[in-house]
C-alpha cells in the first residue's frame, strides 16, 4: 500500500477549518473537506503523523514524499490516519498530499522540514501504519504541519486569509441579523444604508430575490447541495454592469449567472475550482431589473462559509473599455513585455474582477523593482510578482489608493507581475501606471594579500610599486621594494603603521577605476611574464561575456593590502556604494579571493547595516583560520606566491604589515590542529604562542590585534548567503615543529590536501551561514584564472549553485605529490646541484631559481622543492666528501610511497658516492 518516504523534520501544521463560531481550539485550522484535525511530533527517531478526517464517500489518496521517492496509501470511509515516517536522508523536506479521488491536484498538501532528532537508517523512505495515540495533542515534541506553496501561497496563508475575512464577516452577518427576522425581506431604503448586505432565505426563486446594490457588498452562502441563490439589482443609470463573485469556500466550486428580467442570459462565468468568478461588460438600461444567481457546481457547497458578490455600475460606455494588453487575464496568458524591461505602461482595471498579468525575463541577477502609481480614489490595487507557475514570491498590498511597489532580487529568469483589485476595492473608472525595472546586481572583484599592483608618490612623480618588473627581478639586491613598502609603527607599542620611508604616498594603482590593478600583477610587454601574473583578467572577459559592464555593474576593488582589513573596509564600503548608485541595484554581489575574503567578512561584520546590500559572497582559497606562511613571511620571508620575488623581501615587507598578522594562523585553528609543535607530536597552546620566547614573534601588538579580529570572524556569523571554492593538489605548509635531531625548526607540509598557501582546514571552515563549497585541484594564486572556477563563479552569480564539470561537491581524499625537504646538518645554506627533464639547477643563497614545474621555498636555511609533475630529481653527488662526513640531508615525501614513509618520509644523505638511505628513529 505504501511506496517509500524521507527523513524529516517537521514542522506540523494543524489544519483546523475554523467553523462559523471561528473559535474551535486546536494546534491548528480544520479543513472541512478532508481533515478536522491533525498532529505531527517526533518520537523515537520518526515522525508520528495523525489526522481526524472527515466524513467523505471519496477515495482518498495520501502521498508521501521525499525527493524522488514517494510511498502512498489509499483510505475510503476512515475516520482516522495514523502513520509513522523515518525519512531516507537528513536533507529535503517530506511532503504529504491529499488526493481525493476523481481529482488531479492535491486538494491539501503539508511540507515536512527536517530536524536533527530524526534518524535517517536506511537508504530508502519508511512509512508504516501506526497505532492511535490519543496523547498526541500533549505531546511535548509537537511539531507544525506546513502547508506546502500552491499557486504561489502557503495553504496554510489561504487558510488564515479565508478564516480572518470569515470571522469579519460573521461579524457582520450577526448584527444584519439580529436587525432583520429571517423569513420577512426588508425594505430596499433600509437596506441601502447597511454597511453590506446578507441573504435572506428563501432566495432560490426571482420572486424571493435579495437586493443587490452598486459597489456594496453582498453574503450569502451555499448551505446544502442544490442550492441556489437569487440577487436583484435595478439600473440607476444607462451603461455597463460588471458582477464579481469572491471567497468561494476552499475546496468549493460556484458559478455566476446574470439574467435580464425575461428571464434571458446575459452572461455567465463557470471557472472551476475556488478561483473568483466574474461577468463584465453587460449593457444595462435605466430602470430595468436584473437578476444574479450563485450556485454550486456540481452539487458543492459549504454551510459555514460566506461567499462575497458585488455589482459595479460603468456610467458611460468606454468608462469599461478594455485596455491595449488585454486578453492578460490569467498566468497562463499574460502580456509579455521585453527582458530587462525597464519603463512604464499605462492601463486599467476594466472591472473589480479584472486581474493583469504581464510577463517579463530577467539575464542577469537583478533587483527588480516594480510599481503601480496614480490609483484612483475608491480602487484599492494590489501588486504581486509571481514566476511562471504562480507562485507568489513578493507582493504589495498597501490600503485604498495607495501606491505599491516590490523591490525583490531575482535570479535569470521568466517573471510575472499581476495587477489585481484588492478584496477591501470599490470600483471607479480607473486607470494605473505600472513602472518594471531591472537593475542588474553589480559583481565586485576583490584580491588578496599582494593581490593590487600599488603605484607610489615620490615628490610628485607616481611610478609602480609592487612588482615594478625592473625592481623584482633584481632579487636579492631589491632595495626599492624593500625602502617603499616597507612600514613601521607610528609609535611604540602602536598598532597604526605607517611608511618607513618619510615623504611617499603609496596607493592602488587607479588606472582603469582599479582593474588595471587586479586584472595582472605586472605588465610586461613579454607574455609569459604577465601571464604568470594573471590574477582576474579572464573572470572579467567572462562576466563581460554575460552582460555585465565595467564600471556600472562590474568594479574592480584593489587596495593597498600591508593594511588591516579594519583600514580597509572604509574603502569596500565606498566601493558598495559606489556600485549600488551607479547600477540603480539593491544589492551587489562579492566575489573574493584569499585575504580579500576576509576583508569582506571585516567590512561586513564591523558594519552590519552593510550586510543588506550584498546577495551573495563567493570566496576563493579564502584562509578562514588563517595561514601558516604568514608566520613564515614574518619570520623567514614569503615571496607572496611570485616566482621571482625574493623570500628576503617579503620579510622586510611582512615585518610590521598588519595584514600579514591577520593571516596568522587563529586561536580555532591551533584549537583544531595545531601550528607549531615543540617535537613532531606535541603542539604549543595559543597561549603559549603569545608568550613562548622560542616561538612568538617580536611585535606582539599586531599578533594580539589580529587574534581579536579572528574571534570575531572566526565565530560570527553574516546574514548573506556564502559559497566557498577551496583548492586542493598542492603539498600544503601547516606548520613548523622542533626538529631535536638537528636542532631546528623545520616545516612539515600535508599530502596535498591544501592548495600550496592555504591549508585545507581554513579554506574549508564553515559556520552555518555558508550555504555550500566546492573543491577544484588548483593552486592558491591561480584560483581566479582556473576555467573551471571561473565558470562556476558565473553560475553562482546566476543563482545556479550547482557544482559544474571540474569541480568536486567533497575534497579529494588522497591527492599525489612529490616534496624534498633539504638541510644541513651544520646548519649552513644546503647549496646543492640536481638534475630534472634534463636541466641542472643549483641552489644557491645568492641566486633564485624559477621553474614552471617546481615550486621552491625558502625557511631560513632549510629549502623544500615541490615537483609539480611527480618526476623525481636526480643530485649530484659530492666527491669531496665522505659518507660518514656528509652534512647535506634530503627528506623525501611522496604520494607512491608506503603509508609509514609517507608519514615520516625517507632520509637521504648526499656524499660522494651520491644518495644513501638513513634509516633514522
Known amino acids: 500500500m505504501w511506496k517509500t518516504a524521507k527523513r524529516i523534520v517537521i514542522v506540523c501544521w494543524m489544519l483546523t477549518l475554523i467553523c462559523s463560531s471561528f473559535t474551535q481550539p486546536g494546534w491548528g485550522l480544520e479543513r472541512q473537506s478532508l481533515v478536522k484535525e491533525a498532529w505531527a511530533w517526533a518520537e523515537d527517531g520518526e515522525i508520528r503523523v495523525q489526522a481526524m478526517l472527515q466524513p467523505t464517500k471519496d477515495e482518498i489518496e495520501v502521498v508521501i514524499k521525499q525527493e524522488s521517492q514517494e510511498v502512498s496509501y489509499v483510505i475510503k470511509d476512515e475516520k482516522r490516519f495514523s502513520i509513522a515516517v523515518q525519512p531516507f536522508d537528513d536533507q529535503g523536506a517530506l511532503t504529504i498530499e491529499w488526493i481525493r479521488d476523481g481529482t488531479k491536484k492535491p486538494e491539501l498538501r503539508w511540507q515536512v522540514p527536517l530536524s536533527d532528532s530524526v534518524r535517517s537508517a536506511s537508504a530508502q523512505l519508511d512509512v508504516r501504519e501506526a497505532p492511535w495515540d490519543r496523547e498526541a495533542e500533549k505531546k511535548e515534541g509537537a511539531l507544525d504541519l506546513i502547508g506546502a506553496a500552491e499557486q504561489g501561497e502557503s495553504e496554510l496563508g489561504t487558510f488564515e486569509k479565508a478564516n480572518r475575512k470569515q470571522a469579519e464577516v460573521q461579524r457582520l452577518a450577526d448584527d444584519f441579523y439580529a436587525d432583520f427576522t429571517k423569513g420577512k425581506k426588508p425594505r430596499e431604503a433600509v437596506l441601502r444604508s447597511r454597511a453590506a448586505t446578507f441573504e435572506m432565505e428563501p432566495n432560490d426563486v426571482v420572486g424571493k430575490a435579495d437586493w443587490l446594490f452598486d459597489a456594496k457588498n453582498a453574503h450569502g452562502k451555499i448551505g446544502k447541495s442544490g442550492d441556489v441563490d437569487m440577487w436583484k439589482i435595478q439600473a440607476v443609470k444607462s451603461g455597463l454592469m460588471s458582477f464579481s463573485l469572491r471567497d468561494i469556500p476552499l475546496g468549493q466550486d460556484y458559478n455566476l449567472y446574470v439574467f435580464d428580467e425575461k428571464n434571458r442570459e446575459l452572461g455567465h462565468s463557470e471557472k472551476e475550482g475556488t478561483e473568483d468568478e466574474a461577468v463584465d461588460g453587460i449593457a444595462v438600461e435605466k430602470a430595468e431589473w436584473y437578476y444574479v444567481m450563485v450556485k454550486g457546481s456540481n452539487g458543492s457547497f459549504h454551510k459555514d462559509f460566506y461567499y462575497r458578490l458585488q455589482a459595479d455600475f460603468l456610467t458611460e460606455q468606454g468608462d469599461g473599455k478594455l485596455d491595449e494588453y488585454e486578453p492578460n487575464n490569467s498566468v497562463k496568458e499574460p502580456h509579455v513585455l521585453a527582458t530587462d524591461f525597464d519603463e512604464t505602461l499605462q492601463a486599467n482595471l476594466h472591472s473589480l474582477a479584472d486581474v493583469d498579468f504581464y510577463q517579463f525575463g530577467v539575464t542577469l541577477a537583478s533587483t527588480v523593482i516594480l510599481d503601480v502609481k496614480e490609483i484612483p480614489a475608491g480602487m484599492d490595487i494590489d501588486l504581486y510578482l509571481q514566476d511562471p507557475s504562480g507562485k507568489v514570491l513578493a507582493k504589495s498590498e498597501k490600503p485604498k489608493n495607495a501606491s505599491e511597489q516590490i523591490v525583490f532580487q531575482a535570479n535569470p529568469g521568466q517573471y510575472i507581475a499581476k495587477v489585481a483589485a484588492s478584496s477591501r476595492s470599490g470600483f471607479a473608472p480607473n486607470t494605473y501606471k505600472l513602472h518594471v525595472e531591472t537593475n542588474p546586481n553589480p559583481v565586485i572583484l576583490i584580491p588578496g594579500i599582494g593581490g593590487s599592483r600599488l603605484e607610489v608618490d615620490e615628490g610628485g612623480e607616481i611610478s609602480e610599486i609592487w612588482l615594478g618588473l625592473g625592481d623584482s627581478l633584481i632579487g636579492i639586491n631589491d632595495p626599492r621594494h624593500r625602502r617603499l613598502l616597507s612600514l613601521e609603527p607610528i609609535r611604540p607599542n602602536s598598532?597604526?603603521?605607517?611608511?618607513?620611508?618619510?615623504?611617499?604616498?603609496?596607493?592602488?594603482?587607479?588606472?582603469?577605476?582599479?582593474?588595471?590593478?587586479?586584472?595582472?600583477?605586472?605588465?610586461?610587454?613579454?607574455?609569459?611574464?604577465?601571464?604568470?601574473?594573471?590574477?582576474?583578467?579572464?573572470?572579467?572577459?567572462?562576466?563581460?561575456?554575460?552582460?555585465?559592464?565595467?564600471?556600472?555593474?562590474?568594479?574592480?576593488?584593489?587596495?593597498?593590502?600591508?593594511?588591516?582589513?579594519?583600514?580597509?573596509?572604509?574603502?569596500?564600503?565606498?566601493?558598495?556604494?559606489?556600485?549600488?548608485?551607479?547600477?540603480?541595484?539593491?544589492?551587489?554581489?562579492?566575489?573574493?579571493?584569499?585575504?580579500?575574503?576576509?576583508?569582506?567578512?571585516?567590512?561586513?561584520?564591523?558594519?552590519?547595516?552593510?550586510?543588506?546590500?550584498?546577495?551573495?559572497?563567493?570566496?576563493?582559497?579564502?584562509?578562514?583560520?588563517?595561514?601558516?606562511?604568514?608566520?613564515?613571511?614574518?619570520?623567514?620571508?614569503?615571496?607572496?606566491?611570485?616566482?621571482?620575488?625574493?623570500?628576503?623581501?617579503?620579510k622586510i615587507i611582512s615585518e610590521y604589515a598588519p595584514a600579514v598578522y591577520e593571516l596568522l594562523p587563529s586561536k580555532k585553528y591551533f584549537q583544531t590542529v595545531g601550528f607549531l609543535k615543540k617535537d613532531k607530536d606535541e603542539p604549543y597552546s595559543y597561549e603559549e604562542f603569545l608568550q613562548d620566547k622560542a616561538i612568538r614573534l617580536p611585535y606582539s601588538p599586531l599578533v594580539k590585534q589580529a587574534g581579536k579580529l579572528h574571534d570575531k570572524w572566526d565565530t560570527k556569523t553574516i546574514n548573506v548567503p556564502q559559497y566557498a571554492i577551496v583548492g586542493?593538489?598542492?603539498?600544503?605548509?601547516?606548520?613548523?615543529?622542533?626538529?631535536?635531531?638537528?636542532?631546528?625548526?623545520?616545516?612539515?607540509?600535508?599530502?596535498?590536501?591544501?592548495?600550496?598557501?592555504?591549508?585545507?582546514?581554513?579554506?574549508?571552515?564553515?559556520?552555518?551561514?555558508?550555504?555550500?563549497?566546492?573543491?577544484?585541484?588548483?593552486?592558491?594564486?591561480?584560483?581566479?584564472?582556473?576555467?573551471?572556477?571561473?565558470?562556476?563563479?558565473?553560475?553562482?552569480?546566476?543563482?545556479?549553485?550547482?557544482?559544474?564539470?571540474?569541480?568536486?561537491?567533497?575534497?579529494?581524499?588522497?591527492?599525489?605529490?612529490?616534496?624534498?625537504?633539504?638541510?644541513?646538518?651544520?646548519?649552513?645554506?644546503?647549496?646543492?646541484?640536481?638534475?630534472?627533464?634534463?636541466?641542472?639547477?643549483?641552489?644557491?643563497?645568492?641566486?633564485?631559481?624559477?621553474?614552471?614545474?617546481?615550486?621552491?621555498?625558502?625557511?631560513?636555511?632549510?629549502?623544500?622543492?615541490?615537483?609539480?609533475?611527480?618526476?623525481?630529481?636526480?643530485?649530484?653527488?659530492?666527491?669531496?666528501?665522505?659518507?660518514?662526513?656528509?652534512?647535506?640531508?634530503?627528506?623525501?615525501?611522496?604520494?607512491?610511497?608506503?603509508?609509514?614513509?609517507?608519514?615520516?618520509?625517507?632520509?637521504?644523505?648526499?656524499?660522494?658516492?651520491?644518495?644513501?638511505?638513513?634509516?633514522?628513529?
Open 495 to 650: 598598532v597604526d603603521v605607517q611608511p618607513r620611508t618619510k615623504g611617499i604616498s603609496i596607493f592602488p594603482e587607479r588606472a582603469d577605476e582599479g582593474f588595471s590593478a587586479i586584472e595582472y600583477l605586472s605588465h610586461s610587454p613579454i607574455g609569459p611574464v604577465r601571464d604568470t601574473t594573471e590574477q582576474y583578467y579572464s573572470m572579467v572577459k567572462q562576466l563581460e561575456k554575460m552582460g555585465y559592464k565595467k564600471f556600472q555593474t562590474l568594479f574592480a576593488m584593489p587596495y593597498d593590502w600591508r593594511y588591516s582589513s579594519t583600514k580597509n573596509a572604509a574603502a569596500l564600503k565606498q566601493k558598495i556604494d559606489t556600485a549600488l548608485q551607479r547600477s540603480g541595484a539593491r544589492q551587489v554581489q562579492l566575489v573574493a579571493h584569499s585575504m580579500g575574503g576576509l576583508l569582506v567578512r571585516e567590512t561586513l561584520l564591523a558594519n552590519v547595516s552593510y550586510q543588506s546590500k550584498v546577495s551573495r559572497i563567493i570566496y576563493m582559497g579564502t584562509p578562514f583560520l588563517g595561514a601558516p606562511r604568514a608566520y613564515q613571511a614574518i619570520r623567514y620571508g614569503y615571496n607572496f606566491s611570485i616566482p621571482w620575488m625574493d623570500e628576503e623581501t617579503g
Open 728 to 921: 586542493q593538489g598542492e603539498p600544503t605548509l601547516l606548520g613548523y615543529f622542533f626538529d631535536h635531531y638537528h636542532q631546528e625548526w623545520a616545516p612539515y607540509y600535508d599530502k596535498g590536501m591544501g592548495d600550496g598557501t592555504v591549508p585545507y582546514l581554513s579554506a574549508s571552515y564553515a559556520q552555518e551561514d555558508m550555504k555550500k563549497k566546492y573543491y577544484v585541484k588548483g593552486e592558491h594564486a591561480k584560483l581566479p584564472t582556473i576555467p573551471e572556477v571561473i565558470t562556476q563563479v558565473s553560475q553562482l552569480l546566476q543563482g545556479n549553485d550547482a557544482t559544474q564539470p571540474g569541480l568536486r561537491k567533497s575534497s579529494v581524499k588522497s591527492p599525489s605529490y612529490l616534496t624534498y625537504i633539504i638541510s644541513r646538518s651544520d646548519g649552513a645554506f644546503p647549496e646543492v646541484t640536481f638534475t630534472k627533464s634534463g636541466r641542472t639547477i643549483t641552489l644557491s643563497p645568492k641566486k633564485k631559481e624559477v621553474r614552471d614545474d617546481l615550486t621552491i621555498e625558502y625557511h631560513g636555511t632549510i629549502v623544500v622543492v615541490h615537483v609539480k609533475d611527480g618526476e623525481e630529481l636526480h643530485f649530484q653527488a659530492d666527491p669531496s666528501v665522505e659518507l660518514e662526513n656528509a652534512n647535506l640531508n634530503i627528506q623525501r615525501f611522496s604520494s607512491e610511497d608506503s603509508e609509514q614513509d609517507e608519514e615520516t618520509g625517507q632520509w637521504y644523505r648526499l656524499g660522494k658516492n651520491g644518495l644513501v638511505k638513513v634509516i633514522r628513529d
